[in-house]
């Protein structure tokens, strides 16, 4: 059994979420992305996603691929210096890693709105994994991992699953 999410029963019911027994139906909350931007910061959710903000896969995998590139050839936004490192370039990760982060965040994040459990979501997951352990950021690492791991054992999907379990 599926634990719905903490609002009241009347509120899921308004919703939709509750089917007829009351029993939690997380697939009345799926959505369709809609949106047609490549670039989207990842924001954290306050209320129901609106589908014109959430990008549909065909979109996802295009913005996926020029990510891909603009790491490949370092091709990302730069935070100003000067010749004097101060402690905030010293002690924060490279705008550019933190750019790249943010976007496949956005990424992984309408594939989940939206429920997409696919060879694509794998790759992006796998994407990321490895490009956070390059930089060193175990935080993010452990993240996808969790969700391969996840993947790779709720499904018949395949990916690298040697690489990370």
């Given amino acids: 059994r599926t634990v719905a999410p903490r609002l009241s029963a009347a509120a899921l019911h308004a919703n939709g979420v509750l089917d007829q027994l009351g029993e939690y ?3 009345k909350l799926k959505i369709v992305g809609t949106c047609e931007t490549l670039e989207k910061r990842f924001f954290r959710l306050t209320s129901s996603p609106d589908p014109a903000t959430v990008r549909p896969e065909r979109v996802l995998s295009a913005a996926l691929e020029v990510l891909k590139t603009k790491w490949k ?10 010749d004097s490192p101060t402690e ?17 965040k956005a990424i992984r994040q309408d594939l989940m709105l939206q429920h997409l459990r696919t060879n694509f979501t794998i790759h992006v997951y796998e994407t990321h994994a490895r490009i956070a352990l390059e930089e060193g950021d175990l935080n993010e690492f452990n993240q ?6 996840d993947l790779y054992t709720n499904s018949e999907l395949i990916g690298s699953r040697d690489e990370f379990t």
């Fill in 25 to 27: 139906d997380p697939e």
């Fill in 73 to 82: 050839l370092k091709d990302l936004p730069t935070r100003p210096t000067d």
């Fill in 88 to 104: 905030e370039t010293t002690t924060t990760p490279p705008i550019e890693y933190a750019w790249l982060c943010d976007q496949l």
């Fill in 144 to 149: 996808c991992q969790t969700q391969l791991r």
